[in-house]
Structures are given as C-alpha cells and as structure tokens.
C-alpha cells in the first residue's frame, strides 16, 4: 500500500514566522512531489512540484526533498493570515500514475 | 481560459438514485481523474483515465462507473446511491508528464 504521511495539525504559527510542513512516503519508486494548498470549501491549488534532491524555492515557498529518508518539506517564509489552509503532499511515479495524497496539514497564521 | 470544469456544484439524492457527475477540460490533458474527499480521510482516487479510451479502477470504486466520452470529457456515474457516498467530488486533469494536477472546483453530494 502507497502511502504519503501528514500530520494533521492544525500547526500554528504567527504572523511573519516560517512554517514548516512535512510529509513522509513510504513508496521508494516515487519521483515526483506536489505540495497543494487547499483553503476551506475550496479545490486544491498547486504550490510546488519537486523532482531532486534538494531544495526548490518559489517566492516565500521552499520545497525540500530528501529520498534516502523518504521525506518531503515545505517551508512557508514570512507567513500571513492568507497562508491559513490546508496543504496536501502527494507523491507519484513518472508518467500517467495516479498521485498518492496525504490527509493533509491544516496551517494557521495567527495575526 | 476555464481549465477544468465540473457540473454540478451542489447535489441532494435521495438513497437509491442515480445521478453523472459531469467534468470538462479544456488543456488538452491526456490523463483525467475521479477524487472523493472526506473528512479526516483525505485525497481517494475513485477511477482514473490515463488516456483517451482507457479507465482504471482507484483506490475505492465500487458502486461507481466512469465513462471517458472523448479526451475533454470525463464523467462520473453512481448507479444507485447510498449515504457513504456523501462525499465532495473533485475531478483533475494532468498532461502524460504528470506535472501536476488542475482540479475542477468540485461537487458537493449529500445522499440522504
């Protein structure tokens, strides 16, 4: 069984702090990592892929992958009240594989 | 620009009914897909589309069809609802690169 870990949360954090989310999988043949952000009664939204080993940065958003220990990041820097959502992580293979989603995170950004 | 559209947005059945769910694209994506989302549960692919005539079967399809009418089109058909179904629907659509989904902005489905 495929299976992408969250933790639920909720993970609160203040204004202008970074948050960091994480997510674990236990498939080894994963290549491919999405990090989703999902507001409430809402569809999810792509933040940020990643494929290597390393970090990726977007703007305040940091992805980071590591596959040795099967573990993916997102740190969200200088985090605002608008931040406030749930982040899902997903992992695939290449190609048409369906993605693997966690539970997800809820985030909350105290102002 | 519409990206992936799915109709309808709110629906009540009664148990026992049928009912399509309906999604759209309009990326020329090759691979489309079915997900139901429910509390504490998260992300369930129901059927998935990897291509223009083919369907396979998710993590949690019985009591659902799917039916790929060409490469926009992907519907979603309960034949005779139940009230585990009760769920929100989000369909997705993806190029073969799988660099990402787009979602379609969902069906909430209350079967009382």
């Known amino acids: 069984q495929k299976e992408v870990e969250q933790n639920s949360g909720p993970l609160s954090v203040p204004e202008g702090a970074i948050a960091s989310l994480n997510c674990t999988y236990s498939?080894?043949?994963?290549?491919?990592f999405f990090w989703y952000r999902q507001y409430s009664g809402k569809s999810p939204e792509l933040i940020m892929f990643?494929?290597?080993?390393g970090d990726k940065e977007d703007g305040r958003f940091t992805a980071q992958l590591n596959k040795a220990s099967q573990y993916v990041s997102l740190l969200i820097r200088d985090s605002q009240p608008s931040d406030s959502a749930t982040y899902l992580c997903?992992?695939?293979?290449?190609?048409?594989?369906?993605?693997?989603f966690g539970k997800g995170t809820r985030l909350s950004v105290i102002a | 620009n519409a990206g992936v559209t799915q109709t309808p947005k709110f629906q009540v059945l009664k148990t026992g009914q049928s009912m399509t769910l309906q999604c759209a694209q309009d990326?020329?994506?090759?691979?489309m897909y079915w997900y139901r989302q429910d509390p504490g549960m998260g992300l369930r692919l129901i059927y998935y589309?990897?291509?223009?005539?083919?369907?396979d079967k998710g993590e949690v399809p019985n009591g659902y069809n799917v039916s790929r009418l060409n490469k926009r089109e992907f519907s979603l058909r309960l034949e005779s609802a139940a009230p585990s179904q009760t769920s929100v629907y989000f369909c997705?659509?993806?190029?073969?690169?799988?660099?990402?989904?787009?979602f379609g902005s969902g069906t909430r489905l209350t079967v009382v």
């Open positions: 997903a992992g695939g293979l290449w190609g048409n594989t369906p993605l693997v």
């Open positions: 589309s990897a291509s223009e005539g083919t369907t």
């Open positions: 997705a659509s993806s190029t073969e690169a799988n660099y990402g989904y787009t």
């Open positions: 498939d080894r043949g994963s290549q491919s």
């Open positions: 990643i494929y290597s080993n």
């Open positions: 990326m020329n994506h090759n691979s």
